[in-house]
């Protein structure tokens, strides 16, 4: 894969990470997907990122998988498809829930397939007004996949979720954002400026803290009110273990800000 297809850069504590096809609206080839599982995991062990923004080049966020050159049905066995969803998709998805800096999706076009899941799998979404989210599967008579049916329903409810799955109407940015799939719309011109402004935000805070917050945030949608509170409580026992944590509770005690260093 070519290096310049995923293009990447560390700055003041923020990795950019930018699709760049623009001529296939930035559709992810499995080196493309390989390479961003890498980064994502990178980011997660590198004290020096402490927020990522995903974003795309060109008129596209990501129109899902690049589809070309795969292999025609006759050459599939049994057990094909389901472990290539498995390592593909599902694997690109989870490296994004799992990274454990916050992700900032900064959506600039069209975002389709798993290219609109890999967007709802961040922590934080922002939309171009020009952007819009399809779930388009169904118009290929397939069945959603990267963690879709997983997600979708978390955000908006099943029958929501299933309206959208079932149609594959395409959604513009203002209602994704009515239905609670994107924080926030801004002009085409200031969304890279908005996501800069909301990573810059995001690297100066406490890099473990906000870890383990996106840990319970993901975890309650799946857990009981018992294991939630277990969870809570035993993140706030490793929380209060870092740096940031004890400088958090000084500069209360002594009416400062406080100087957050991601430790």
């Known amino acids: 894969m070519p290096v310049s297809e995923v293009l990447h850069v560390v700055e003041g504590g923020v990795a950019q990470v930018t699709l760049n096809r623009p001529e296939a609206l930035?559709?992810?080839?499995?080196?493309?997907?390989?390479?961003?599982?890498?980064?994502?995991?990178?980011?997660s062990a590198d004290p020096g990122v402490r927020a990522v923004v995903l974003t795309g080049t060109g008129r596209g966020f990501c129109a899902g998988a690049d589809l070309r050159g795969?292999?025609?049905?006759?050459e599939r066995v049994a057990g094909d498809v389901a472990r290539m969803i498995r390592d593909g998709a599902q694997r690109l998805i989870a490296a994004v829930l799992d990274c454990e800096k916050p992700v900032i999706a900064a959506v600039n076009g069209t975002a389709a397939g798993l290219g609109a899941h890999l967007a709802?799998?961040?922590?934080?979404?922002?939309?171009?007004?020009?952007?819009r989210f399809i779930e388009v599967f169904v118009r290929r008579g397939l069945v959603p996949d990267g963690g879709?049916?997983?997600?979708?329903?978390?955000?908006v409810g099943p029958q929501r979720a299933k309206e959208l799955m079932f149609f594959g109407d395409a959604l513009s940015a203002a209602d994704a954002e009515r239905l609670?799939?994107?924080?926030?719309?801004?002009?085409?011109g200031e969304l890279d400026k908005t996501a800069r402004e909301w990573a810059a935000r995001l690297a100066t805070g406490p890099t473990r803290a906000l870890a383990l917050t996106?840990?319970?945030?993901?975890?309650?949608?799946?857990?009981?009110?018992?294991?939630?509170?277990?969870?809570?409580?035993t993140a706030q026992e490793i929380n209060m273990t870092t740096v940031d944590a004890q400088e958090g509770v000084a500069s209360f005690v002594e009416r400062r800000s406080p100087v957050f260093r991601g430790r």
Request: glycine fraction near 6%; charge should be negative; include cysteine.
């Open 26 to 43: 930035n559709a992810i080839t499995p080196d493309q997907r390989e390479h961003l599982i890498r980064l994502f995991g990178e980011a």
């Open 70 to 74: 795969g292999a025609v049905a006759g």
């Open 120 to 131: 709802l799998a961040c922590d934080l979404v922002l939309a171009a007004e020009s952007a």
């Open 148 to 155: 879709g049916a997983f997600l979708l329903p978390r955000l």
């Open 180 to 188: 609670g799939l994107v924080n926030r719309v801004v002009p085409d």
């Open 214 to 233: 996106k840990q319970l945030v993901n975890a309650s949608l799946a857990s009981d009110r018992a294991t939630a509170f277990a969870a809570e409580a």
